[in-house]
């Protein structure tokens, strides 16, 4: 093998957008974000699956886009945490992870805040036990997650007081 | 960042079509759905198949009626409204809401063994000269055996095999139906009795039981089965009219606990009879030193565990010790 | 200047560097890109201790996307942390644990670099595995390093401050005790990343996520033989460090030399396996411990024993060895004090510092030791430690200067917080509370290399825009340093911090600062930052004064203006700023910062000084399950002495983290290693180089934690603001074990405590035996003659007494 790699050509729809990408075949959702659309907000921590860094939405749903063909992800829904702010303005989520103590160094941050927009997606009366579950799966390394957990709460309100 | 190796991508739109290409390709080619074991394995060099042949695109593996298709993922379990305890608890405890997002029941039932010396990077594996499992010739666990003693880490077959389940695999030459509990061998390699051209299609699980799973593991998410204990049974008031217990992560294979299942038999659940039933069913809990947590605690606490499953199924509310041990409502 | 209330100080704000992280928008190492950028892989050793014989780099090279192939014959300078450890080659011919790195490859993709990885082929001649301190004691040869105190010993050290064998004999009870606590790594979340460039200017960039740009600025022209005035280093934002990303490290080194040699940029990135080899974590640490023990509970004197698994290099080791004793007076009276200590060199990865470094292996041990001395005295194990704080303003026995302490108050918040009064002793069999206290330092007294020079530098630029641009090269982890620099002078100069610009840890822009290590950069940069930002405030205070004709120190710099209450007149900062430029010229100011001359003068004296130290009280509370011994950690309370808050959500933040990284490790965290049969094998391993196995709590692990700040500002702090970042996760452990003990009567007396330990040990109680777990002895360590001081009490000088001089060797 060895030497540059043929590359396939896919349309994928992220944050939106269509965007279209040739990238190398056997590399992950991870890797065709951050290395050939240079959408380098979705981190890494493992790329095995056990930290929960690199999550962002697929067709809704977190996933784990360290172990996610990019060769199966042709014409599906990507969300990364690039595509999260209103124009201008920050999605609740982000206003109150940033206000309120939910990031701390920031790495596991977007991971997180995608896993808790599929969440309240679903759910703006989730429970406070329904947002520790829904965030199990994302590793955090500074904050004991209380604080994540706060945000997440907060964020929840102001998106019920929105919807009013 | 860890990669993947080069691989050829199938998609398949048919099981047909899906068991050409294995019966073609031999060896070479793997079955990827979820990916969520077979992607970290690939990118440790566990496995290195030339052909991947990927189930997602199969829609007839999605069957979500009667019988359980294979391809829907855990996420998906969970959400469906009639299924059976054992099963509902095991699915909610595989590892983190976003991998059982992607992880099929498939997968999960098929999911290889695993070990502490097995599940490492290529670079571990070399500095201790690889073992048995995987391009060396000592097991490290026992380096008398001679057969690998990789665990059975799923957690849905021994709540499926407590049901009295049946998988479908369907193959070149046909389709086939067997008890779950006969998918496996004892063995940490050779783990699964599926042909190489075979596809798991299917779950059927009958009505009736009433059932319940509990899983030993060090923390709320993330981390595989040191134990998984499932119990069915059948009652006719507060009798058991039939029982069926079977144990994961205690060997190569789930397996069923045929001495606890008829112990139980025409009895009362009642405080002696668990105990007894526990001491049965914990006698059979044979741990290795190949996983999380000290060996001899997880054997001691296995009829512990036996005794959780059964008197949930008595009906003691054990709720606030769930809560304990899960770490959140199941 | 007029006094004010506080604008920005104390009030919970969004930090500067929330909005970039909760965007996507904050680059880390490993989001750099350049063009024509290659990458960079390491062949590390598969043994644990080898000698490289011949290394064969043909094949890879002819690789095709192979650029460059580096081995240890291109590096022939070593570098390490400390000058006294310089032992460290970016590529090694002395493999001294596996995964430690023997070659790099540079090439077009990463793909490629790791073909070429399997290419190279090397001839090893394997040598003994030594595996643990006792194997290290008892087998001198090999050595692991031709340097060092002797055989495999790293480091080997002992002190007495008064006479501790009279002080034990006049005790009422002599407290004998032996601890353990097992090593455990930071994990943390982002893998360690560097890109390196020649830019345009011909000079070399290394981008890297480090804690301490500034050393590794200078480990950079020690290896590279370059002058340190053409290299640049930039610390991104860390993805989190904990003390792991403070060393300089092979891979920096590598990739610096490569994009020298090449003139491309060349980027590396860590997978996590390797930032377990790359390590520098706690120290696994045996500790034994005497202590006497008046009838009325108050300490007469202790003798510590300390030794500890270093690992394969010295890293931060001598200050580390330091560092499990001379905390240990700090918190309560302890009148006389011997410590020795000893590191040893094994093959595993360097050990080095993580939060707390050094000091939460004792504080474990010592706290434990007075929950079982309050047992046998039958006190309240709070007002046994109530009756025994250290005062304010007094010195330690070691010659420590402690200023101001809240830990009291910490004691009582936390007791009337929890209920201790009518819960602990009085709960059903099963359910405990566990208290203990600590300490940490406000930054360390002294530098790593030996100099005079400032510790910390800060620069303010203002413009006729209004801007305000805050120069520093302090380093942002996450512990929000970034966001105490703004503070800083957004109080002073009346601002809000959104309207200044932080730019920091950039060695070719930024005034020097040691680095974000030692709980330092509050203090440190805060003093700095402070002294420049009034030196500004002062020339816009004349200017403006002038130009509204009245006494500059009348004026008041507040909400975005600068006003006079006398008289009622005011002007905007903007208009501030502007006549200020107008009568001085370009404005800006530089503030610099050196902590006070520690008190003690013995040899060694250095380690342990800080401007000021912070303390914490916690309680525990655990339910612990008698038949499975499983463990279930409702709520934790903690109250910490913070001095003064500057912004009360990062100051929770921190301690809520702190707390729950203490928890984690006492309940599950172990960098442990597997020692294969010696007879079919030398390997040594790692047992769980995986974010999967390397356990670590998740959301649904972590209690609930209640936080109470204690606010009592230290004059040697900027606003009074002491140290958040390490302290609040020293007392979790102790507090756990101490719990466990109160709700089922058995004493786990190492870290991590875990349901096996405890059912073992609950059996071991059913059968009418001692109830512990724990070591069981302690080896026999060649400790040297104690350097003898006097205590301060005994009217010494802080020199070494000349009653047993003849007789110390250092």
Request: hydrophobic content about 40%; charged content about 25%; proline content about 6%.
């Amino acid at each position: 093998m060895s030497a540059i790699p043929e590359r396939v050509h896919l349309k994928f729809q992220v944050n939106g957008e269509d965007a279209p990408v040739s990238f190398a075949p056997y590399k992950t959702l991870l890797e065709v974000l951050r290395e050939d659309l240079n959408l380098t907000g979705t981190k890494h921590g493992c790329e095995l699956g056990e930290c929960g860094a690199c999550t962002v939405l697929l067709d809704g749903e977190p996933v784990l886009s360290c172990l996610v063909l990019a060769l199966e992800c042709g014409g599906r829904r990507i969300e990364t945490i690039e595509g999260l702010a209103r124009g201008a303005a920050l999605h609740p989520l982000q206003a109150a992870f940033a206000d309120f103590g939910g990031s701390q160094c920031g790495y596991c941050t977007p991971g997180v805040i995608m896993t808790a927009k599929a969440l309240l997606d679903k759910d703006l009366n989730v429970s406070r036990e329904k947002i520790r579950e829904a965030t199990a799966g994302n590793l955090c390394r500074c904050t004991g997650y209380l604080q994540i957990t706060e945000a997440i709460e907060d964020a929840a309100r102001v998106l019920r007081e929105e919807r009013k | 960042m860890l990669r993947l190796p080069w691989f050829e991508y199938r998609a398949p739109r048919s099981v047909v079509e899906a068991a050409k290409i294995l019966a073609g390709e031999g060896p070479a080619a793997m079955l990827v759905a979820g990916g969520t074991d077979l992607l970290p394995n690939m990118k440790r060099r566990h496995q290195t198949p030339k052909v991947l042949v990927s189930l997602k695109g199969i829609e007839s593996l999605r069957n979500a009626n009667g019988t359980l298709g294979s391809g829907l993922t855990l996420s998906e379990i969970l959400s469906l409204k009639k299924i059976p305890g054992a099963l509902r608890q095991a699915a909610a405890q595989v590892a983190t809401p976003h991998l059982r997002n992607m992880g099929t029941l498939g997968g999960n039932l098929c999911l290889d063994t695993r070990c502490t010396y097995y599940n490492q990077n290529y670079e571990w594996r070399q500095a201790i000269d690889f073992c048995l499992k995987k391009d060396g010739n000592i097991c490290w666990v026992a380096t008398a055996s001679k057969r690998c003693v990789a665990v059975s880490s799923t957690d849905t077959a021994p709540a499926l095999i407590a049901l009295n389940a049946r998988v479908v695999l369907q193959g070149g030459s046909g389709e086939r139906e067997i008890p779950v509990e006969n998918l496996y061998k004892n063995d940490g390699i050779d783990y699964l009795s599926r042909k190489p051209d075979e596809i798991l299609t299917s779950v059927k699980i009958p009505d009736g039981w009433k059932s319940c799973y509990w899983k030993l593991r060090r923390r709320g998410s993330f981390d595989f089965p040191l134990l998984g204990v499932a119990v069915a049974i059948k009652f006719s008031g507060d009798v058991v009219e039939e029982a069926r217990v079977a144990l994961g992560a205690a060997a190569s294979r789930p397996f069923l606990v045929e001495k606890a299942s008829e112990y139980l038999k025409g009895k009362k659940l009642t405080d002696d009879v668990i105990a007894e039933a526990s001491a049965l069913i914990a006698n059979r809990a044979k741990p290795m030193d190949n996983t999380d947590m000290d060996l001899y605690w997880r054997k001691e606490v296995a009829d512990d565990f036996a005794g959780y499953a059964l008197r949930e199924l008595r009906g003691d509310d054990m709720r606030a010790i769930r809560l304990r041990i899960a770490r959140y409502a199941i | 200047m007029s006094k004010k209330r506080f604008d920005v100080v104390g009030k919970p704000r969004r930090r500067v560097d929330g909005r970039a992280k909760a965007t996507g928008h904050l680059k880390f190492a490993d989001d750099l890109s350049a063009p024509r950028m290659l990458h960079c892989k390491l062949l590390r050793s598969p043994h644990p201790h080898a000698l490289v014989e011949s290394i064969d780099t043909a094949k890879a090279e002819k690789l095709p996307g192979v650029h460059l192939v580096l081995t240890r014959k291109d590096f022939p300078v070593p570098f390490g942390i400390m000058p006294v450890s310089l032992d460290e080659h970016p590529l090694t011919d002395h493999a001294r644990h596996v995964g430690d790195p023997v070659a790099a490859v540079i090439a077009f993709d990463e793909q490629i670099a790791v073909e070429a990885l399997n290419l190279i082929q090397v001839t090893y001649k394997k040598l003994k595995t030594i595996s643990d301190p006792e194997e290290a004691l008892a087998s001198p040869e090999p050595r692991i390093h031709d340097y060092g105190e002797q055989g495999n010993i790293h480091r080997n050290q002992s002190y007495e401050f008064g006479d501790v064998d009279e002080a034990l004999a006049n005790a009422d009870h002599v407290f004998e005790d032996l601890f353990f606590y097992q090593g455990n790594t930071h994990l943390p979340m982002e893998q360690q990343a560097t890109l390196a460039q020649v830019e345009g200017d011909g000079k070399l960039l290394v981008t890297s996520s480090t804690q301490n740009p500034h050393y590794l600025h200078r480990q950079l022209a020690r290896v590279l033989q370059m002058n340190a005035a053409k290299i640049r280093v930039i610390a991104t934002p860390n993805g989190g460090g904990f003390g792991g990303k403070c060393d300089p490290a092979n891979h920096e080194m590598v990739v610096a030399k490569a994009a020298v040699m090449l003139g491309r940029p060349v980027k590396i990135c860590l997978t996590r396996e390797e930032v377990f080899y790359q390590h520098r974590g706690r120290h696994p640490v045996l500790m034994k411990m005497r202590t006497g023990v008046t009838k009325a509970g108050k300490l007469t004197g202790m003798h510590l024993q300390t030794l500890l698994d270093g690992g394969g290099y010295g890293s931060h080791g001598p200050a580390s060895t330091f560092y499990t004793g001379v905390l240990t007076p700090v918190t309560y009276d302890l009148p006389r004090f011997k410590f020795e200590a000893c590191r040893t060199f094994t093959n595993k990865p360097a050990c080095g510092p993580k939060r707390g470094h050094g000091t939460p292996q004792p504080r474990f041990g010592q706290e434990v030791q007075l929950d079982k001395i309050a047992e046998k005295l039958k006190m309240d194990p709070a007002e046994l430690r109530l009756g025994m704080v250290n005062k304010p303003d007094s010195l330690t026995a070691n010659w420590l200067k402690i200023g101001t302490i809240g830990l009291a108050e910490c004691i009582n918040e936390v007791v009337a917080r929890s209920n201790w009064k009518t819960r602990y002793r009085q709960q059903p069999h099963g359910r405990g509370l566990g208290l203990a206290c600590s300490t940490y330092m406000c930054g360390a007294g002294l530098p790593i290399y030996w100099n005079k020079l400032p510790h910390s530098g800060v620069q303010i630029l203002l413009d006729r825009s209004g801007q305000v641009t805050v120069y520093c090269g302090a380093t942002e982890l996450g512990q929000g340093s970034d966001d105490v620099l703004a503070t800083i002078v957004a109080e002073v100069l009346g601002i809000e911090t959104g309207m200044i610009r932080c730019v920091t840890g950039d060695t070719g822009t930024t005034p020097v600062d040691l680095g974000s290590y030692s709980s330092r950069v509050t203090i440190m940069m805060g003093n700095a930052a402070m002294q420049a930002a009034e030196r500004v405030r002062d020339q816009l205070a004349t200017a403006t004064g002038e130009q509204l004709e009245v006494i500059p120190s009348g004026l008041l710099f507040s909400n975005g203006k600068v006003f006079h209450a006398e008289s009622g007149k005011s002007v905007d900062f903007l208009e501030a700023i502007q006549f200020a430029e107008q009568k001085f010229g370009t404005l800006g100011a530089l503030g610099s910062y050196s902590p006070p001359k520690p008190p003690g003068k013995y040899k060694g004296s250095g380690v342990g000084p800080s401007p000021a130290y912070s303390f914490s009280a916690c309680v525990v509370e655990v339910e612990v399950d008698t038949n499975t011994g499983w463990i279930h950690v409702p709520k934790i309370w903690i109250a910490h002495d913070i001095g003064r808050t500057l912004n009360p959500v990062l100051a929770r933040g921190q301690v809520i983290g702190g707390v729950y990284m203490g928890l984690s490790e006492a309940l599950m965290e172990e960098q442990a290693f597997r020692r294969l049969p010696p007879k079919l094998s030398s390997a040594l391993v790692h047992r769980m180089p995986s974010m999967l196995e390397y356990k670590s709590l998740t959301a649904l692990d972590m209690p609930d934690v209640d936080v109470a700040l204690i606010e009592d500002p230290d004059p040697n702090c900027p606003f009074g603001a002491k140290e958040v970042g390490q302290g609040p996760l020293l007392p979790v452990m102790p507090a756990l074990a101490n719990a466990i003990f109160d709700a089922v009567g058995v004493r786990i007396d190492e870290i991590p405590v875990t349901p096996d330990k405890v059912l073992r040990a609950l059996d071991l109680k059913s059968k009418g035996l001692t109830p512990r777990v724990g070591p069981d002895h302690f080896p026999s360590v060649p400790y040297p003659e104690p350097v003898y001081v006097a205590t301060p009490a005994e009217g010494g000088d802080g020199k070494e007494s000349k009653k047993h001089a003849a007789a110390a060797v250092v």
